[in-house]
């Protein structure tokens, strides 16, 4: 082996690997980069002894990769599954080459190539990472992450939680179900599968100390379904909305709506001894997700709510001025307007192709009118402005169904739903239109690349419902 070679290995092992607690190593350019492996696994998963899976790290979900703002993350992602697959660092402002839309930003990662990842964090919060190639099939496979950005200064709490939320549609031999882009999912409400975990676990229990005060950052990496998340008995607040700090601490009544891709960063109260179900009301069942135990003998006297960390170097939009668009979403089961249609041959060879292994949907959602089912870098951006504008979106929902909408590269401000404008002006990176919804949401294009904007119901957008915007500068 020559030196070379030899003190690589070496400062390859000297690099410690980042695990939930740990911190980033101070890297130089030439320094070698964390090695995050996607690879297939048998992991007990879901209720299931032996699943298999799709993992980072052989680990579902993969590991919480934890930083503090202002770090650089540096990670060379190892493609050891059978397809081609990207990173997508799902609501980080981050240079448009690293954020990992196969054709738009990187080409697909091949099975056994690598990609280095390596971008700085501007922001605090709760964020996670998924592929964004064959989305649909990889994340249901178990592709999923939470990536944490810890505060400047440590956020006053005694233990900080991540609980990641997943489905699973299992077929009767308790495998991973292989019918992904079936026609009723895409053209309806997506995958749904009809076991719920937490961090992979079927209602798993943490332990509280009462009078302990815990921040619980809650992650909805299911390819489709919208909780409706209630947590009787214990006083709660939302402080922190896609990552985003709210301007105020808003207390947590009656359930919670959290769509795929959102987060919600809760701070609980550990003031009663005693257990206390996390349910998704959604389900006409009342599923219990989760559950906290609270320890000790005596009630703790109640706080005062807590203050979210600051908003740190998000641009106010300036709505004087700004560049307009209007995103008609379009298409599905039930639509008044109708969907793209296609002939029965048509859908018979898509059929086919897909039962040869192709990652294909039918086009059934329009955006614009548009159905984008291939490669976006195909497609004419649907915007384009200069960088440093701000842009008002509306997104007119003409379809029977819930869309998760999210922005890359950019953090927005959700101003009105149906002509009501919402006095706290939340910003998040992606946002829920109910069946109908008109929602206005504004923000500064100050990060140049071109940029998606999609569903995250992720049979929807592989069902047409993705576009382009681009910032030039
Ligand atoms: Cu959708």
Redesign the pocket.
């Known amino acids: 082996m020559n030196p070379t070679r030899r003190q690589w290995l070496q400062a390859a092992a000297a690099v410690p690997l980042l695990s939930a607690c740990g911190a980033v190593p101070n890297l130089s350019a030439n320094s070698a980069a964390r090695v995050l492996s996607a690879a297939p696994a048998r992991l007990p998963v879901a209720g299931q002894g032996g699943l298999d899976v799709w993992a980072y790290d052989a680990s579902v979900p993969g590991p919480v990769l934890r930083f503090k703002r202002g770090e650089w993350l540096d990670l060379e992602l190892h493609n050891r599954l059978p397809d081609a697959t990207t990173i997508h660092w799902h609501g980080i402002r981050l240079p448009n080459a690293m954020d990992g839309v196969p054709h738009l930003t990187q080409a697909p990662i091949e099975p056994d190539e690598r990609f280095r990842y390596r971008f700085r964090l501007p922001d605090a919060g709760t964020f996670w990472y998924h592929p964004h190639l064959g989305t649909a099939e990889q994340v249901e496979r178990g592709l999923a992450a939470a990536l944490v950005v810890e505060e400047d200064r440590p956020y006053p709490v005694d233990q900080d939680i991540v609980w990641l939320l997943d489905d699973w549609r299992l077929d009767g031999q308790g495998r991973i179900a292989e019918d992904f882009y079936r026609f009723h999912d895409v053209a309806h409400a997506?995958r749904l599968g009809q076991k719920i975990t937490v961090n992979g676990l079927e209602q798993p229990q943490q332990v509280l100390q009462a009078g302990q005060r815990i921040r619980l950052r809650l992650i909805n990496a299911s390819n489709a379904r919208i909780y409706q998340l209630a947590l009787d008995g214990l006083p709660g607040w939302l402080i922190a909305r896609d990552g985003v700090p709210a301007e105020s601490a808003i207390r947590w009544e009656g359930p919670m709506l959290l769509g795929p891709g959102m987060r919600a960063d809760m701070v609980i109260d550990a003031t009663t001894p005693g257990v206390f179900e996390l349910k998704d009301e959604q389900s006409r069942a009342n599923v219990v997700l989760a559950r906290l135990e609270v320890q000790g003998r005596a009630e703790a006297s109640p706080r005062p709510a807590p203050v979210p960390p600051p908003i740190e170097g998000l641009p106010p939009p300036v709505l004087a001025g700004a560049f307009e668009q209007t995103v008609v979403?379009g298409g599905?089961a039930r639509s008044r307007d109708g969907w793209p249609q296609q002939t029965e041959a048509e859908r018979a060879a898509r059929r086919q192709r897909r039962e040869a292994g192709s990652r294909e949907a039918d086009p059934v959602?329009t955006l614009n009118g548009v159905a984008h089912t291939d490669h976006h870098h195909h497609h004419a951006p649907l915007f384009s402005v200069e960088r440093g504008r701000t842009v008002r979106l509306t997104f007119d929902n003409r379809?029977a169904?819930?869309?998760?909408?999210h922005l890359h590269g950019h953090h927005f401000q959700v101003l009105s739903r149906n002509g009501q404008p919402l006095p706290d002006k939340p910003w998040r990176d992606t946002v829920l239109a109910a069946p109908g919804d008109r929602l206005e949401v504004a923000f500064v294009a100050d990060n140049p690349g071109r940029w998606l904007i999609h569903?995250?119901?992720l049979e929807?957008?592989a069902g047409g419902?993705g576009t382009v915007f681009e910032v030039r500068g």
Request: aromatic fraction near 18%; charge should be neutral; charged fraction near 0%.
């Open positions: 997506g979403i599905g959602w379809t169904w819930w869309h998760p909408m569903c995250h119901v929807h957008h419902m």
